[in-house]
């Protein structure tokens, strides 16, 4: 900011405006005005709604991982989701399955769900709920984990998310109870009811707990897998 000392200049004189502050007469530059493109401004809405889809998605699983507000978390997820987005042309009006980008999201680098879980869950978005199927294993022959594992936790959560500016999401999850011993479990099916409309993206995660000895939990990374299992878009 420049000062005038002799003669007061009021007004506008190029990129030069002077004016009067507190009895002391002074200049400045006019602001520059950064004029957005279409794509700029397109590119900011991406980008926002992929903040805000990402923390509905967070909120919605940390029942299944205490960590999932880490901000490296965060930033991988919504560069997911802008991805997914463009990739998929979301919002679209068929609905689609298995978003790219999406579906496959680790959150802890350090382990994958599908490495320690080693049968395919199954999974069907009907009348309003999501059906999770887990096939026939044996937990010690199908199951990667850590010594003296006693039980593991199977978590499950779905997340329905509206793209648009509301502040929150429909939300289940469901635990099963594992015991770690060399034995054929049958086929199970989990309903998973969730409320689903229009313009909703779905997303589906699997995690894995560990129970050693006289119930202590595994707390290495590598033995927390969460992963999203599955992917929605509901149509327009």
């Known amino acids: 900011m420049a000062r005038q000392h002799t003669i007061f200049v ?12 507190r009895g002391t007469p002074c200049a400045r530059t006019m602001p520059v005005r950064v004029r957005q493109t279409k794509a700029t401004k397109n590119s900011a809405a991406l980008f926002g709604l992929a903040a805000r889809t990402g923390r509905l998605i967070r909120e919605g699983l940390s029942v299944l991982s205490h960590d999932l507000a880490d901000p490296t978390v965060m930033q991988r997820l919504n560069s997911a989701l802008i991805k997914c987005l463009k990739a998929d042309g979301i919002p679209k009006n068929q609905p ?20 320690r879980f080693k049968k395919k869950l ?27 594992t006693k039980t593991v936790i199977l978590k ?3 997340v329905a998310c509206s793209l648009d ?4 999401a429909n939300q289940i999850h469901r635990e099963f109870t594992i015991p770690y011993i060399d034995i054929n479990r049958p086929l ?21 707990r560990y129970i050693k000895g006289t119930n202590v939990q595994a707390d290495e990374k ?15």
């Open 10 to 21: 009021s007004g506008k004189l190029e990129n030069i405006i002077f004016y009067n502050f």
């Open 156 to 158: 499950l959560g779905a």
């Open 122 to 148: 199954q999974l069907a978005l009907k009348h309003q709920e999501v059906v999770v199927t887990i096939p026939k294993l044996n937990p010690v022959k199908d199951i990667s984990a850590p010594a003296h």
């Open 222 to 236: 590598r033995w927390m897998p969460i992963e999203v299992v599955g992917t929605y878009w509901s149509g327009t």
């Open 188 to 208: 199970q099916t989990a309903e998973l009811p969730l409320p689903v409309t229009k313009n909703q993206l779905v997303v589906v995660a699997a995690a894995l």
């Open 165 to 168: 500016k509301t502040s929150s």
């Open 96 to 115: 689609l399955e298995n978003l790219s980008f999406l579906t496959g999201f680790v959150f802890h680098n350090d382990t994958t769900f599908y490495s």
